[in-house]
């Protein structure tokens, strides 16, 4: 998945990896995201990152041959090519 960056974070030459904890619902949707350690919050690369993440669609986690929620930990990684 893409992730678009703003053009100040360009500019800024910002990269690096945000961290964050995602909910993974029973259905695999992604309910809750969390940024766990920040890359940027001045150009919004973190409130990309988490916009993205939603957007995500996972395997549910079963338990017992249920379906249940979850916390995902998950590093996106910003780069300039």
């Known amino acids: 998945m ?3 960056t703003s053009p ?5 030459r ?6 964050l904890e995602v909910v993974v ?3 695999g949707s992604v309910e809750e995201v969390t940024v766990v350690q920040s890359l940027d ?3 919004g690369l973190d ?5 993205a993440m939603k957007e995500w669609r996972f395997e ?3 338990k017992d041959g ?3 929620a979850v916390v995902v930990p998950v590093e996106m990684s910003f780069s300039l090519r």
């Open 14 to 19: 910002i990269q690096g990896i945000v961290r």
């Open 60 to 62: 549910p986690a079963m």
């Open 66 to 68: 249920q379906a249940v």
């Open 47 to 51: 409130d990309e990152a988490v916009k």
């Open 8 to 12: 100040e974070a360009m500019q800024a």
């Open 2 to 4: 893409l992730v678009v």
């Open 25 to 27: 619902l029973e259905d």
């Open 41 to 43: 919050p001045l150009y």
